[in-house]
Nanobody, 123 residues
Framework: QVQLVESGGGLVQAGGSLRLSCVAS????????MGWFRQAPGKEREFVGS????????YYGGFVKGRFTISRDNAKNTVSLQMTSLKPEDTAVYYC????????????????WGQGTQVTVSS
């Protein structure tokens, strides 16, 4: 069983930056593709991006447009989401997820999910 714990969320002004982290435990982190998703109130979950197991391939959701960067450190069992040029519409709960598929994976078929971290962008 893999446990995922996100951190780094908070309140930021529009145009600002945040870095989210997700630490995994209980599995072989380097075997999993990792993904980031978000869900705003009243909206469906949205794919933010995914990174394959060795970090060599990354997919991003269409809305990202160069503002976000996903990275991973397999030695530290950590995947990160660096967000810049934040907009109020980026306000959501951000989740990291892991899949045994080597990935990256853009659909929601992940095996493990974190509890989420709130990101609020004020205008």
């Amino acid at each position: 069983q893999v446990q995922l714990v996100e951190s780094g969320g908070g309140l930021v002004q529009a145009g600002g930056s945040l870095r989210l982290s997700c630490v995994a435990s209980g599995g072989t982190f380097s075997s999993y593709a990792m993904g980031w998703f978000r869900q705003a109130p009243g909206k469906e979950r949205e794919f933010v991006g995914s990174i394959n197991s060795d970090g060599g391939v990354i997919y991003y959701g269409g809305f990202v447009k160069g503002r976000f960067t996903i990275s991973r450190d397999n030695a530290k069992n950590t995947v990160s989401l660096q967000m810049t040029s934040l907009k109020p519409e980026d306000t959501a709960v951000y989740y990291c997820a892991a899949t045994i598929r080597s990935g990256p994976v853009a659909d929601g078929g992940y095996d493990y999910w974190g509890q989420g971290t709130q990101v609020t962008v004020s205008s």
